[in-house]
């Protein structure tokens, strides 16, 4: 069964730190990583999706990479932002199946 | 361009009302998701429906039902509401090409804030 954990839980840094969040999953063989972002009371906002083939996917300051080997995805930040505070989840989807197992997500808070 | 929409937005039951929380995507999607989100617990998958006529049971099925309507809507009903199913509920819609190993992500509607009391 697929597990999937994020550390660290909570994460508090200066304005304009780069930061790396990390996630670990048990079952290399998955379809695609998912991260996402949720600000307090809100829904769940796509970041980026990485399909099984890529190493790595970019958007603005947002870079993913994937190591299915190891087992594991890490979010990088580049130049964070309080902007950027807000709790990032990350996803994978087991091959053979049709749902996403979620961690429980990374809280962070950039320090203006 | 709505993606997934969700009705309501909040709602408080007593112990014991039942209720329907509706889901509707118009991304042509073919699969979608119930997921509820409890403080410490992430989310839990509750129902999905690979696609139109299937339903198959999460995580966390009990004292929930689930209908897909047509291809575009997936409701979750409460029958018999308990304080244990407070929380917030999203539904979440992606396509899921075997083929391609499912090309595509999931898109998250905004979430029903649901109190029991």
């Known amino acids: 069964k697929q597990e999937v954990t994020q550390i660290p839980a909570a994460l508090s840094v200066p304005e304009g730190e780069n930061l790396v969040l990390n996630c670990s999953f048990t079952?290399?063989?998955?379809?695609?990583l998912q991260w996402f972002r949720q600000d307090p009371g809100k829904g769940l906002t796509s970041l980026l999706l990485?399909?099984?083939?890529?190493r790595e996917q970019t958007s603005g300051r947002l870079n993913a990479s994937l190591d299915k080997s190891s087992g594991r995805s890490t979010l990088y930040i580049a130049a964070s932002q309080p902007g950027d505070s807000a709790t990032y989840l990350c996803?994978?989807?087991?091959?053979?199946?049709?749902?996403?197992?979620f961690g429980t997500g990374t809280r962070l808070k950039v320090l203006a | 361009n709505a993606g997934v929409t969700q009705t309501p937005k909040f709602q408080v039951l007593k112990t014991g009302q039942s209720m329907t929380l509706q889901c509707a995507q118009d991304m042509n999607h073919n699969s979608m998701y119930w997921y509820r989100q409890d403080p410490g617990m992430g989310l839990r998958l509750i129902y999905y429906?690979?696609?139109?006529?299937?339903?198959d049971k999460g995580e966390v099925p009990n004292g929930y039902n689930v209908s897909r309507l047509n291809k575009r809507e997936f409701s979750l009903r409460l029958e018999s509401a308990a304080p244990s199913q407070t929380s917030v509920y999203f539904c979440?819609?992606?396509?899921?090409?075997?083929?391609?190993?499912?090309?595509?992500?999931?898109?998250f509607g905004s979430g029903t804030r649901l109190t029991v009391v």
């Open positions: 979440a819609s992606t396509t899921t090409n075997t083929w391609t190993g499912g090309l595509d992500g999931y898109t």
């Open positions: 079952d290399s063989a998955i379809y695609n």
């Open positions: 990485i399909q099984s083939s890529q």
């Open positions: 996803a994978s989807r087991p091959s053979g199946t049709y749902k996403y197992i």
């Open positions: 429906s690979a696609s139109e006529g299937t339903t």
